[in-house]
T-cell receptor, first 114, second 114 residues
């Protein structure tokens, strides 16, 4: 079974600085999808960014970018110019192209300090 | 606001009881997904419906069931409730039926079983 590991339970960063959240996963599949979701204090889940494993180019969405290392099975999220509104739990998620399941990591609680 | 609505926002009930959670997807979305977020298990995918038919099943207990109606809204039924069923239950929706599609999450229903 696929597993997703987020090794940083909590992180903090100063406003306007850059922070990187780590995620590793375990799979024998070749085609799959990876996601980062943000869960602010409101508890709603918000899609931050997604990456298709067959694409070599790292996905980017404004201040959010990923470093996807397929061989190392690593999928880190970089947040540039951190803002107070980025304070949230961040979940890494894996979805195989073959089976019908979505696996989440345990989450990283990010605090952006003024 | 993702466009996905869930009712009720909060629900308090007793062990052994049965509850129904309701979800209305975004306009035009045919798929509905249900997730459970608890302190013990983290975030888990439960089940997916696409255009009224069950499409994928995750870690859903036999005591739980779901359905999607012709107007595309969905209900998650939880029966013989146990203390451990206390969790935040999310509904998400997407346009098509593939799990890899971007899912838009609702605000969640917080269930407390006493």
């Amino acid at each position: 079974a696929q597993t997703v590991t987020q090794s940083q339970p909590e992180m903090s960063v100063q406003e306007a600085e850059t922070v990187t959240l780590s995620c590793t996963y375990d799979t024998s599949e070749n085609n799959y999808y990876l996601f980062w979701y943000k869960q602010p204090p409101s508890r709603q889940m918000i899609l931050v960014i997604r990456q298709e494993a067959y694409k070599q180019q790292n996905a980017t969405e404004n201040r959010f970018s990923v470093n996807f290392q397929k061989a190392a099975k690593s999928f880190s999220l970089k947040i540039s110019d951190s803002q107070l509104g980025d304070t949230a739990m961040y979940f890494c998620a894996f979805m195989s192209n073959n089976n019908n399941d979505m696996r989440f990591g345990a989450g990283t609680r990010l605090t952006v300090k003024p | 606001d993702s466009g996905v609505t869930q009712t009720p926002k909060h629900l308090i009930t007793a062990t052994g009881q049965r509850v129904t959670l309701r979800c209305s997807p975004r306009s035009g979305d045919l798929s509905v997904y249900w997730y459970q977020q608890s302190l013990d298990q983290g975030l888990q995918f439960l089940i997916q419906y696409y255009n009224g038919e069950e499409r994928a099943k995750g870690n859903i207990l036999e005591r739980f069931s779901a359905q999607q109606f012709p107007d595309l809204h969905s209900e998650l039924n939880l029966s013989s409730l146990e203390l451990g069923d206390s969790a935040l239950y999310f509904c998400a929706s997407s346009v098509g039926g593939a799990l890899k599609e971007t899912q838009y999450f609702g605000p969640g229903t917080r269930l407390l079983v006493l």
